[in-house]
């Protein structure tokens, strides 16, 4: 077995508070030692300022994680704000924010995330440079991440199943839980390459349309655990795989665009013993991430796409490496990005390996 450093504290917590704007939030950057941290800015509800960080400082290391497995030359951070319980200018508040984000000098860069929006990100630009996300101009990257995230995770589906079940995608069924922004653009490269599709939406017209358009079947939101499939795409929340979905699974490879996916490590342990192949979501959802990236650092959008194509390789090494040290693949991912941050070099996966 590999022994790997074990989960290291944020680099650094920014406690955010401007009562003329409503401003009330955190910024944590988890890893700055692969250059700036980089990650989305989430405005939801908490019912403390306690509740925020702990989320904050969650999806910081998450989005270091990402980062280091995609190679970018970004670390990891996150913002999270509170959504303010009474009605407020969106446009002050990001300013405000953009003011907070300008104060780390370019250590940490913003971009959208739950809760925020283009405008959002248009607005704290006002007042900062280090904001992504703000739209993609002709021929550039930028603009709404979801159809690169959905490309990456394609190509890995098509590389999970050729080392699972040894086979092209065509003819198999894969089941796509959500249809939103990631599951339905899914949708669409998975019914090109000739898959079987069972999908389950809640928002009733999005499911109406997309199993007309993409010859799926509808299942009922608890009835797409239980489908008989060969791949199963989770591409709406986080820790969907737990304990009890674990049981009910009737599928050889997990392989989607949602983040968090897991919702214990041991739960991933409880899908390798079950001979069911992971793939960790870290490594296939960083389309979008790697698009948000180019738009920052000016990579030409050829560049983007070479960089999401990798995705299928990248997981390839992945999980060679799992299979050589005898690891589920989402502790040799969590291993192998905890140990490239602490690696100041950018190099190939196998070469950290
Ligand atoms: P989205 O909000 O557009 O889509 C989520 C969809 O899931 C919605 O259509 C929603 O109605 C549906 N849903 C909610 N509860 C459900 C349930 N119980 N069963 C089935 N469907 C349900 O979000 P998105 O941008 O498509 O992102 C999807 C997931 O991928 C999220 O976990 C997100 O964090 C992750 N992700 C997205 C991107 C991106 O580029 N958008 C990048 C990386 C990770």
Known sequence: MCDFVSATPPESVHVLHDPSSGLDGVIVLHSTRRGPAAGGCRLWTYSSGAEAAKDAVRLAEGMAYK????????????????????????????????????????????????????????AASETCRHVAGLGAPQGRPGGDPSPWTALGVFLSIQES??????????????????????????????????VKLVVAEPRSHVAAKVACR???????????LDTKCEIFAPCALGAVIDERAVMRLRTRVVCGGANNVLATDEDGDRLADRDVLYAPDYIVNAGGIINVAAEYIGWKIEEAEARVRQTGRRLADLLDFAERKGLAPHRAANGLARQRIGAPQMGRMMEVV
């Open 214 to 224: 993409y010859e799926a079947t509808l299942v009922g939101l608890d009835a797409i």
């Open 67 to 122: 980062n280091a497995l995609a190679d970018l030359p970004l670390g990891g951070g996150k913002a999270v704000l509170r959504l303010p319980p009474t009605p407020f200018d969106r446009r002050l508040l990001f300013k405000a924010f953009g003011r907070e984000v300008a104060r780390l000098g370019g250590n940490y860069v913003t971009a959208e995330d739950v809760g925020t929006t283009v405008s959002d990100m248009q």
């Open 161 to 194: 199943a050729r080392r699972k079940l040894g086979a092209d995608l065509k003819g198999m069924t894969v089941a796509v839980q959500g249809l939103g922004n990631v599951g339905s653009h899914l949708c669409g490269l998975l019914h090109e390459a000739g």
